[in-house]
């Protein structure tokens, strides 16, 4: 970093400049008075301080899942430059895995929070000042990164949209060394979301991106624009990688290549409801994902890019993996793995790798489960959770979607040993994730894969069956012909069950609640079984 752009401030632990932007949620004092008060050092302690969707966004872990992944592709003993630092969600993990890391952040007060948060990391420096008028030493860093940032380069620019995000790039082209690699983070212009009802994130109005942004704002590109964009800018290597269900809060990431699609298109289901924006729910997207799947179009319409760009066409951008999933950062820590999908380069077909992120144990237990990481071969066939949505709007009084229950159940009842008090067919606590995104119909049969989670303790049959309807539950709302989804769920059990009874069903949500919390983090914050963050209104 060109320092003598900057002034250093004992006082406040970084340099600093008198050439701001003004861009702020008003959250600033927050978080700064928040990271002075907690141990920083224990991520998972700023767990308990998450309440909405907006508190989220800066303290969650998720965040990390958009860069973390790659890893092994970058030069960890080098420098780096993140560019739009905010305050610290990324910032923290460059400091523990890199040499050295300069932050550079547009906003003093999210600077000083950005400085509260990485207080004890000496190889973290903070730069609060803008990045559009800064002068970055030529070839200095090996990695760049411009998470969420890109978008609103044309915002503060008097330049045209294109030309300043190509000016801008140039700039940062400059900075890296010859094997440098820039990493960027972007709402898809043409994502699905856009489509199917979600307002534009930057600006909250509905379709303003798909519409080339008639007015004003932060703007985004569609897949190929940015790509033209990219290479004007000087970058010779470019490699696409998308985001589920969008880069903010990644759960998924999956390499743009051919053999993608080659996988069922139930990895496309990014398992998580976007309800940080005002949406309207117009059409049902994991059916719109799977038709998208069979064009092998889908790269086109994914929320959000990760895009690595090098220098050099030689640098190697591409992961030995196709697709990562990473668990929710709400479970215990002793249970977060990493799930990777790759080439099985020996016996061709695909490798699924699952590990650890926070010990090198293969098997953890606590009172209620046992958790064992096994690497298998990838199961190919007919996603029963795309059989499930399909059902479910079948039309048809949803008997196409009780058929696929009555499968299940089916199945099950095959496995049973015993009753429980009221009646109710009991199987092994192995069965608790015998649900439809974890099986597999391949010749006419039901194959349940990723079956890591093992309950000590048999568990009643229409539990699992209930837990295959419940989770479901924020994707069908907006779809189901009942005042609410309990209704709906009372309905089908009763159907399933001719027992069953409100008073059966309030012990299966309470089942499912002490279950879900035996595998939480303690200090989990906002994580009630089953409820998503949301926006304030």
């Given at each position: 970093m060109?320092?003598?752009?900057?002034?250093?401030?004992?006082?406040?632990?970084?340099?600093?400049?008198?050439?701001?932007?003004?861009?702020?949620?008003?959250?600033?004092?927050?978080?700064?008075?928040?990271?002075?008060?907690?141990?920083?050092?224990?991520?998972?302690?700023?767990?308990?301080?998450?309440?909405?969707?907006?508190?989220?966004?800066?303290?969650?872990?998720?965040?990390?899942?958009?860069?973390?992944?790659?890893?092994?592709?970058?030069?960890?003993?080098g420098?780096?430059?993140?560019?739009?630092?905010?305050?610290?969600?990324?910032?923290?993990?460059?400091?523990?895995?890199?040499?050295?890391?300069?932050?550079?952040?547009?906003n003093?007060?999210?600077?000083r929070?950005?400085?509260?948060?990485?207080?004890?990391?000496?190889?973290?420096?903070?730069?609060?000042?803008?990045?559009?008028?800064?002068?970055?030493?030529?070839?200095?860093?090996?990695?760049?990164?411009?998470?969420?940032?890109?978008?609103?380069?044309?915002?503060?620019?008097?330049?045209?949209?294109?030309?300043?995000v190509?000016?801008?790039?140039?700039?940062?082209?400059?900075?890296?060394?010859?094997?440098?690699i820039?990493?960027?983070?972007?709402?898809?212009?043409?994502g699905?979301?856009?489509?199917?009802?979600?307002?534009?994130?930057?600006?909250?109005?509905?379709?303003?991106?798909?519409?080339?942004?008639?007015?004003?704002?932060?703007?985004?590109?569609?897949?190929?624009?940015?790509?033209?964009?990219?290479?004007?800018?000087?970058f010779?290597?470019?490699?696409?990688?998308?985001?589920?269900?969008?880069?903010?809060?990644?759960?998924?990431?999956?390499?743009?290549?051919?053999?993608?699609?080659?996988?069922?298109?139930?990895?496309?289901?990014?398992?998580?409801?976007?309800?940080?924006?005002?949406?309207?729910?117009?059409?049902?997207?994991?059916?719109?994902?799977?038709?998208?799947?069979?064009?092998?179009m889908?790269?086109?319409?994914?929320n959000?890019?990760?895009?690595?760009?090098?220098?050099?066409?030689?640098?190697?951008?591409?992961?030995?993996?196709?697709?990562?999933?990473?668990?929710?950062?709400?479970?215990?820590?002793?249970?977060?793995?990493?799930?990777?999908?790759?080439?099985?380069?020996?016996?061709?077909?695909?490798?699924?790798?699952?590990?650890?992120?926070?010990?090198?144990?293969?098997?953890?237990?606590?009172?209620?489960?046992?958790?064992?990481?096994?690497?298998?071969?990838?199961?190919?066939?007919?996603?029963?959770?795309?059989?499930?949505?399909?059902?479910?709007?079948?039309?048809?009084?949803?008997?196409?979607?009780?058929?696929?229950?009555?499968?299940?159940?089916?199945?099950?009842?095959?496995?049973?040993?015993?009753?429980?008090?009221?009646?109710?067919p009991?199987?092994?606590?192995?069965?608790?994730?015998?649900c439809?995104?974890?099986?597999?119909?391949?010749?006419?049969?039901?194959?349940?894969?990723?079956?890591?989670?093992?309950?000590?303790?048999?568990?009643?049959?229409?539990?699992?069956?209930?837990?295959?309807?419940?989770n479901?539950?924020?994707?069908?709302?907006g779809?189901?012909?009942?005042?609410?989804?309990?209704?709906?769920?009372?309905?089908?059990m009763?159907?399933?069950?001719?027992?069953?009874?409100?008073?059966?069903?309030?012990?299966?949500?309470?089942?499912?609640?002490?279950?879900?919390?035996?595998?939480?983090?303690?200090?989990?914050?906002?994580?009630?079984?089953?409820?998503?963050?949301?926006k304030?209104?």
């Open positions: 060109n320092k003598s752009f900057f002034k250093y401030e004992p006082d406040e632990k970084m340099y600093v400049t008198d050439d701001y932007i003004s861009y702020s949620d008003g959250s600033e004092k927050y978080f700064i008075d928040l990271f002075n008060s907690v141990d920083v050092e224990d991520d998972s302690a700023l767990l308990t301080h998450i309440e909405d969707w907006a508190i989220k966004y800066h303290l969650s872990q998720e965040r990390i899942n958009v860069i973390s992944p790659f890893l092994d592709l970058f030069n960890v003993n420098n780096v430059l993140e560019i739009g630092a905010g305050m610290g969600a990324i910032s923290r993990w460059l400091g523990k895995n890199f040499r050295h890391v300069d932050c550079i952040e547009g003093i007060n999210r600077a929070a950005l400085r509260a948060r990485t207080r004890n990391m000496e190889n973290v420096d903070i730069y609060a000042g803008n990045a559009l008028k800064t002068n970055l030493n030529a070839c200095e860093y090996d990695l760049a990164t411009l998470i969420g940032v890109l978008e609103y380069i044309p915002f503060y620019s008097d330049e045209s949209p294109e030309e300043s190509v000016v801008f790039l140039r700039n940062i082209h400059n900075t890296l060394n010859d094997n440098g820039l990493i960027i983070s972007i709402e898809n212009k043409f699905l979301k856009y489509f199917s009802g979600c307002a534009e994130d930057h600006n909250g109005d509905m379709y303003s991106g798909l519409m080339d942004y008639p007015f004003k704002s932060a703007i985004t590109f569609g897949r190929n624009e940015l790509e033209s964009l990219i290479r004007q800018a000087g010779s290597g470019v490699q696409f990688y998308h985001a589920y269900p969008d880069y903010k809060m990644p759960v998924s990431v999956f390499r743009e290549c051919s053999e993608i699609y080659e996988l069922n298109p139930d990895v496309f289901w990014p398992k998580q409801i976007l309800d940080n924006i005002p949406r309207k729910h117009l059409f049902f997207e994991p059916l719109v994902i799977k038709s998208l799947f069979k064009e092998k889908v790269h086109y319409f994914s959000s890019f990760v895009i690595l760009c090098s220098k050099s066409a030689d640098t190697n951008l591409k992961t030995e993996w196709v697709f990562v999933k990473c668990t929710d950062p709400l479970i215990n820590a002793d249970y977060r793995h990493w799930i990777k999908i790759a080439p099985d380069k020996n016996r061709g077909g695909f490798l699924v790798e699952k590990k650890a992120l926070n010990h090198n144990e293969d098997i953890k237990e606590n009172n209620v489960f046992s958790v064992k990481l096994t690497n298998q071969e990838y199961v190919h066939g007919s996603a029963l959770i795309m059989e499930a949505f399909k059902a479910f709007l079948a039309k048809d009084n949803y008997m196409s979607f009780l058929n696929l229950l009555s499968e299940i159940r089916g199945e099950l009842l095959k496995n049973s040993a015993g009753e429980d008090e009221e009646g109710y009991l199987v092994s606590g192995c069965f608790f994730d015998f439809f995104w974890n099986l597999i119909r391949r010749d006419g049969k039901l194959i349940y894969f990723d079956n890591k989670w093992n309950g000590k303790e048999d568990m009643p049959v229409d539990y699992i069956i209930f837990r295959n309807i419940h479901l539950r924020h994707y069908f709302i779809y189901v012909a009942f005042n609410n989804f309990e209704g709906f769920c009372a309905h089908l009763s159907i399933l069950f001719p027992a069953h009874n409100a008073k059966r069903l309030g012990y299966l949500v309470n089942l499912e609640t002490r279950l879900i919390t035996e595998l939480l983090a303690q200090n989990a914050g906002m994580a009630s079984p089953g409820r998503e963050a949301r304030p209104a």
